[in-house]
């Protein structure tokens, strides 16, 4: 299993944490969308308010995997908070286990050099 490659809606979509430049890309993408969050209509038109919100995660997966990547992620997907936040959450789940996976790997190495300790 390749945990550098998250696997949504068809597309398969590249993005390795570990990389500076990508990080950066990753942390710049969601400040930018918390900033956004606070644009949503408090009032008015739910059906506005809805369509404000789901926009958020598709600039920000714009953000982090460059243009036109929404539209492939929500393709054929209703403008619907439940589904948009439920793709939301497999990508924060794609990110956990890329953070763990690397732990874990980086932890299984590092311990190839720890001294033993004496057995009493």
Known sequence: MNTKIWKI???ELSLDIGDADVMERYENAFEIMAEEENEIP????QSARIRAYCKLYERLFDRIFGDGTSEKIFADC???????????????NFIRNQLVNSATQRAEKLSKYRPKHAEN
């Open 42 to 45: 408090k009032d008015g038109r």
């Open 9 to 11: 809606n068809g597309c």
């Open 78 to 92: 209703p403008v619907n908070t439940e589904i948009y936040d439920d793709i939301y959450f497999e990508f924060l």
